[in-house]
């Protein structure tokens, strides 16, 4: 089992940035790659980015290359997306993901609003 604890969620303006955390716990030997979703209000659940847990390998979606950036931890366990250039269609409840195969582990969600 992994737990996934997400931070870091807030109100900004746009252009302004924001840094997420997600702490994980448990069989964290297990973890290969993580990443970061997000789901805006009635829409689905999105891929935003991930992270192979011992290279580093980066993906994107387009809608956030070039502002967007993930990195991680290992030391501490921890997942970090740095935001920067925020959109108000950035605004969702953003989860973090591991993949430990064969299992899947989502955190609970931090909201982010990009509001002026």
């Known amino acids: 089992q992994v737990q996934l604890v997400e931070s870091g969620g807030g109100l900004v303006q746009p252009g302004g940035s924001l840094r997420l955390s997600c702490a994980a716990s448990?069989?964290?030997?297990?973890?290969?790659?993580m990443g970061w979703y997000r789901q805006a209000p009635g829409k689905g659940r999105e891929f935003v980015a991930s992270i192979s847990w011992s290279a580093g390998n980066t993906n994107y979606a387009d809608s956030v290359k070039g502002r967007f950036t993930i990195s991680r931890d290992n030391a501490k366990n921890t997942l970090y997306l740095q935001m920067n250039s925020l959109k108000p269609e950035d605004t969702a409840v953003y989860y973090c993901?591991?993949?430990?195969?064969?299992?899947?582990?989502w955190g609970q969600g931090t909201q982010v609003t990009i509001s002026s």
């Open positions: 448990g069989s964290i030997f297990s973890i290969n790659a």
């Open positions: 993901r591991s993949w430990a195969p064969p299992a899947v582990y």
